[in-house]
């Protein structure tokens, strides 16, 4: 039986890799097969195998960036700091990133990047700075600013559901250092553009304005300080999450229908999938070897550095999601041994800086290239897309790994 999982594992995993425009068909499907191999598929049993709380945080989110959008948010923000650029392209463009870093780590990296990257498209119209360098620095501040949170990215997500670390404890320990790699890669991108002088006409927007997009945000923010403070209120994330969206289209009077073609419906059965076979796997009680191996070394800095550089470099690979699901199974047994919490920050750290390190690693990867593809029948290579990703992605793992020396220390 152990073998017919872990063959089962193995070709899930393959198809993550070789085949990913149907890995959530395919992992969702090896999931279920690999429950029922062992006799544990029923409809009672699956919430503790599947973490319900995860999906509906996923899921809230999702519905609630879909109305905001419909509103009109995210383009009255992009419009508002061009505006505040008064024309000066290299100031809109390093504002742009912030707005990036910063929308990332309460959206959905994905919607970000749609919303910014055309922005940044059309300034590369107007200057000399190569389309390819704003859309791959866009990406990087799109997946740094979800590292820093836990509701920034599916990774931390998970993390937060497994971990049961509160929800500002994501932001105390990962914000400043997302913030650290920020400003540092700004400095390096204001002083490698050239100087420009052309400056662009800003112009008053042709749209219609309408006000209720404010409405819509303080909702939103609202949402977030429930989040912030859900251990006090005493609410999941989950349903937070979930009944905020549902007030939101209870308002509007929509339906689901109408924005059900918002919904991740891919990174929803993913992860139901990744569950699956991550339960299987602790059933036949697979990990023990590793868990045995680490157990001597659980409160020491090597393993949480060990985390961190095989999580950051697997998740080139492999993706971030799949890497996490299989990281916090082993991290949980062995905090549940004695092991710090400190793991899960070097296992958020790994997966959210390895997140840049290729072209497939992430979603929001995926979908930056194929903007740049669609707009300017550009391509990024996977050479020209983790070549140019390296020395960021090296600087925040060193950055990372000086954090985790002075936790332990300190």
């Keep these: 039986m152990t073998i017919f999982i872990l063959f089962i594992y193995t070709i899930a995993y393959a198809f ?49 960036i879909s109305i905001l959008k419909k509103h009109g948010v995210f383009n009255e923000i992009s419009e508002r700091i061009v505006k505040f650029s008064k024309g000066n392209m290299i100031l809109a463009i390093l504002l742009i990133d912030v707005a990036i870093f910063l929308l990332s780590s309460l959206l959905d990296n994905v919607t970000t990047i749609l919303i910014f990257i055309p922005i940044l498209l059309y300034i590369a119209d107007i200057t000399d700075i190569d389309y390819k360098l704003l859309t791959i620095n866009a990406i990087f501040f799109s997946n740094l600013g979800g590292m ?22 994501f932001i105390y320990n990962l914000m400043p250092i997302g913030f650290i790699v920020l400003i540092i890669q700004i400095l390096v991108l204001n002083r490698n553009f050239k100087k420009i002088t052309y400056k662009a006409q800003i112009t008053e927007s042709s749209m ?121 199974t082993i991290i949980k047994k062995l905090v549940s041994l004695g092991a710090p919490i400190d793991l899960y920050w070097a296992l958020a750290l790994g997966v959210g800086i390895g997140g840049n390190l290729t072209p497939v690693a992430s979603m929001c990867n995926i979908v930056g290239s194929n ?40």
């Design 16 to 64: 993550i890799i070789f085949k990913p425009h149907i890995s959530s068909v395919t992992t969702l499907l090896f999931g279920i097969v690999s429950i029922l191999l062992l006799g544990e598929f029923n409809f009672e049993n699956l919430p503790a195998i599947v973490d319900f709380n995860t999906l509906f945080i996923l899921l809230g989110m999702m519905l609630t």
């Design 208 to 328: 219609q304005k309408n006000n209720t997009w404010i409405l819509y945000f303080i909702g939103f923010m609202f949402i977030v300080l429930l989040m912030a403070l859900h251990e006090e209120v005493g609410l999941e994330l989950g349903f937070i999450t979930l009944v905020g969206a549902l007030i939101m289209l209870f308002v509007e009077g929509t339906d689901f229908q109408s924005v059900i073609s918002e919904v991740d419906w891919d990174t929803l059965f993913l992860i139901t999938g990744l569950y699956m076979l991550n339960g299987a796997l602790e059933k036949i009680e697979i990990f023990a070897p590793l868990i045995n191996l680490f157990e001597p070394i659980k409160t020491s800095l090597l393993l949480a550095i060990i985390i961190l550089w095989s999580s950051l470099l697997l998740t080139g690979f492999l993706s971030a999601l799949p890497v996490t699901l299989l990281y916090v």
């Design 371 to 410: 903007v740049l593809r669609n707009y300017k029948k550009r391509t990024l290579t996977f050479a020209e897309f983790s070549s140019s990703m390296l020395k960021p992605v090296m600087l925040s793992g060193i950055i990372s790994t000086v954090f985790l020396v002075f936790k332990y220390l300190l």
């Design 148 to 169: 820093t949170t836990a509701i920034g990215d599916p990774p931390n997500i998970v993390i937060y559901a497994v971990s049961n670390l509160s929800f500002m404890s």
